[in-house]
Structure formats: C-alpha cells, structure tokens
C-alpha cells in the first residue's frame, strides 16, 4: 500500500499562485507514476498533470499548460504542483495519486485538498 497526504491548498486571488504538495509513504518503491487529479462542484473529474516517477517525463492537461508545472523529489519522495496564475475556474478539490504501473488506472488517491480561487 502507498499512502498519499497532501498539503498547500487554500484560497487565492485571481492572478495568484499556490503551491501543492503530495508526500507518498509505505511501498512507495512499487510508484511508477503520480499525478493531480481535481474535481469541482457539477463537474466530471479532470488529469490535471502526471509525471513518470523515474525518468520524469511530465503531462499536463491543456487547460493548464503554461501555468501549472508538476515536479518531483525523488529523495523525499514528494511530487509538487506549482500553480501560477490562477483563475476562478481553478477552483476545485485537488488529489494526489499515485499508480503502480506505467499506464492504466491510479491505483491510490489522496484524501484531497481545497483549493479557491476568488475573482
């Protein structure tokens, strides 16, 4: 089991950043991959980035691209989001996840975290 506890969410002016953490414990040796996922009120789940544990090679969905970036640690064995340039349509509950293998669905998920943006 891998367990996933975030942190950095709370509530930002348009314009503004924040930045989100994702520490991963247990049989973090078995992550291939870990990701953001966000949901907001009425709306269906959406990839918000992804990155490849080992090699790095990121993804990040095109409502995003150019202001969010995702990294890693792997020494800490932490994944970031670092989101600039926030807009109200960014407001969502956002979740780690991480998977055991390359493709396919992710496995364990964070309990999530609140992020608000005001106009």
């Known amino acids: 089991q891998v367990q996933l506890v975030e942190s950095g969410g709370g509530l930002v002016q348009a314009g503004g950043s924040l930045r989100l953490s994702c520490a991963a414990s247990g049989r973090t040796f078995n992550v291939r991959a870990m990701g953001w996922f966000r949901q907001a009120p009425g709306k269906e789940r959406e990839l918000v980035a992804a990155i490849f544990w080992r090699v790095g090679r990121t993804y990040c969905a095109d409502s995003v691209k150019g202001r969010f970036t995702i990294s890693r640690d792997n020494a800490k064995n932490t994944v970031y989001l670092q989101m600039n340039s926030l807009k109200p349509e960014d407001t969502a509950v956002y979740y780690c996840?991480?998977?055991?293998?390359?493709?396919?669905?992710?496995?364990?998920w964070g309990q999530g975290t609140q992020v608000t943006v005001s106009s």
């Open positions: 996840v991480a998977r055991s293998a390359l493709e396919g669905p992710y496995d364990y």
